[in-house]
């Protein structure tokens, strides 16, 4: 009889592979039954919870043998969810999910159930647009500052044409990833044109935080970064949008929104910019009177330049009585507007929400 001798880093090897445990599955979606199978190994834990957007509810999980965790969700609603793992006392992210919601702090995964029919912000089999980066040296930030552009479904076969632009800002805890990767504006747009609902138009969407986070009271510095991202937007994105992309030079054809953080930040530049756009609009935000007051001051002036100030918010939401305050404002100094009041709180199911109502408004035809 013959033998050999296995050399001993074959063995080890061989032995270390054997020894890996199967990848974790997480989460396991069911969309038939909508039923979703949360995971998590962590053999050392004594505690671990899955905390989940569409309920509210933070729900225990059971430990197999192996030190897998493991919760089955039933009745799992369609939509972008965002869930996390209380691990001990600590809230961590899926680490067997790569979809995580772009955050200044990231905390949260992402959960994506599509609904039957689609929703609008569902991938469909429709012509579909493109997404593009650029970077750029902010003048008004002294550092590298980042700005993301959706341009519509044909864009490079119509070298002659020229596009409408809204700018879409994100909120305080977010970034200009937010609306594409969590908020699915680039799906809710292509979804839109495609069904003849909306013109197609190009998106811009820029890091609104030029300084930094800055929480709502940090007076001056709150002050000095609205200052900061309005001369960021006027001066550099807008010129850099410009220079890349055909868009159209007419202020009919611009518009600015956002959420919370953005829809103040929209607010504030944009009845301020009336030589620069003509459609306006905030989701869940909040401005000081102070903020507008040239335009609460020249209703009438206001009123022939803008086409349409659409404000909503939700009855849950924190901010629903700066919204009315505003809303009061407004119709108190006689500015035309637009008002929501919907359900919901502040929170991404609402915003994507708002987006799909508030883009079909926009630039049309007079």
Known sequence: MKTFAVPL??????GAMAAQPAPVVSPEVNAAERTVVFRLRAAKAADVRVRTQWNKQ?????????GLWSLTAAEVPPGVWEYN??????????????????QRN???????LPGTPPNPWDYQEVPHGAVHQHDFMGRAAGRVRSVWVYTPPGYEREPARRYPLLVLQHGSGDNHKTWVEHGKAHWILDNLIAGGRARPMIVMMLDGHPLGQVSREAGDRRAASLTAFRRELLEEALPLVEAHYRVSA?????AITGLSMGGWQSLSVGLNALDRFAWIGSFSGAVDEKEVAASLADAAGTNARVKLLWIACGKDDFLLERNRQLVAALAGSGVKHDWRLTEGDHSWPVWRGYLADFVPLLFAEP
Not at 58 to 66: E, I, N, R, V, Y
Not at 106 to 112: A, F, K
């Open 106 to 112: 990231p905390n949260t995964s992402i959960l994506h």
């Open 250 to 254: 007419q202020r009919e054809q611009r």
């Open 9 to 14: 880093f074959l063995s080890l090897t061989a």
């Open 58 to 66: 933070t729900s225990p999980m059971q430990k197999g043998a192996d």
């Open 85 to 102: 793992f209380v691990l001990d006392g600590l809230n961590v992210l899926d680490p067997a999910n790569p979809a995580i919601k772009p």
